[in-house]
């Protein structure tokens, strides 16, 4: 079996996942008021969060690889086609919503500690992410740098061994929550995933179910028996039958997926939580129409400023 994703595939994926993040963050919002008793309010709140970055960490990696194995980069390259190209966005984002905050909330705009989170604390919870994913960058960077210099069981050992810096960088450095960290490894499967697309997918079933066994295990160790090893088993189990489906049915039509499809899933990603901040200061309650349309309307305006300055 061969696992192919092509860009296509991936980008029509990235903004379904993206999606179902907003509406995760808004169905916990339902769900912690009583405002609906709808069981898909109730479904997106407990998994769709998890699931949809796990996708996004798994393409991520798939993606990283597919695209270093037709191009590769130096490490200058690297770093200005691949991590300020997540970067930059984020730091445009901020940089617009810093005084929007500002001026909804009633707080002066060049308090202590600007420029830290303008450059890094982003003033949005759910960025945390981007945070990771620039850790997993930098990360892919050294595997890489390591690939070319060593035989392939270093730099996969390595690959590993970088997994595991990285899960512990957000724990203690960057001060994330467990479950913030428990879909990382899957940005490692996507890449290994790329790596062995070529008839070896068991192999990724493998690392798959070795991360899966590991980091359940050391949540029991580390905490005991909690939900968030359902979120682990819905996250890699989810994912290994994707990867199975797609390497045993391959799509074989070409699908033609509009550019704009895969670009504006990041916009989504760094805007939908912003406008819902606004609105929870605006409104008594939020309806789900009026975080829908400005979710929308905000990432629009975003894309085209950002395709403007050509991010």
Not at 73 to 88: C, D, I, T
Not at 223 to 249: D, P
Not at 257 to 266: E, L, M, T
Request: aromatic residues 14%; charged residues 15%.
């Amino acid at each position: 079996m061969e696992l192919r994703i092509d860009k296509q595939l991936s980008s029509l994926v990235k903004f379904f996942a993206a999606l179902t993040v907003a509406l995760h963050h808004y169905s916990q919002y339902v769900c912690a008021n009583d405002l609906s008793e709808c069981i898909i309010y109730k479904l997106f709140s407990f998994q769709g969060g998890f699931l949809a970055v796990g996708v996004f960490f798994f393409l991520s990696g798939y993606g990283l690889m597919e695209s270093e194995k037709k191009n590769h980069l130096s490490p200058s390259a690297f770093l200005k086609k691949r991590l300020f190209r997540v970067y930059l966005p984020v730091l445009l984002v901020t940089i617009l919503w810093l005084p929007i905050k500002s001026y909804i909330q009633g707080e002066p705009f060049l308090t202590g500690g600007v420029i830290y989170k303008l450059l890094w604390g982003f003033e949005d919870g759910v960025l945390w992410f981007v945070k990771v994913l620039l850790v997993l960058y930098l990360c892919f960077g050294i595997f890489i740098w390591i690939r070319e210099r060593y035989s392939h069981i270093v730099s996969i050992i390595c690959l590993n061994l970088l997994t595991v810096g990285a899960i512990a960088v957000a724990l203690m450095l960057l001060q994330m929550r467990d479950y913030q960290t428990i879909s990382i490894p899957l940005f490692t499967i996507g890449v290994i995933g790329s790596l062995y697309n070529n008839g070896e997918t068991h192999k990724t079933f493998a690392y798959l179910g070795a991360w899966c066994v590991g980091i359940i295990c050391l949540l029991i160790l580390l905490s005991g028996v909690s939900t968030l090893q359902i979120h682990v088993l819905i996250n890699y189990v989810t994912i290994f039958i994707a990867i199975f489906l797609l390497a045993k049915f391959p799509v074989k039509k070409k699908l033609v997926v509009p550019a704009v499809v895969g670009d504006i899933s990041f916009d989504i990603y760094l805007v939908h939580n912003k406008a819902f901040m606004a609105l929870k200061v605006l409104l008594p309650v939020v309806p789900l129409y009026s975080f829908v349309g400005l979710s929308a309307a905000a990432t629009i305006l975003f894309y085209l400023i950002r395709k403007k300055l050509n991010l």
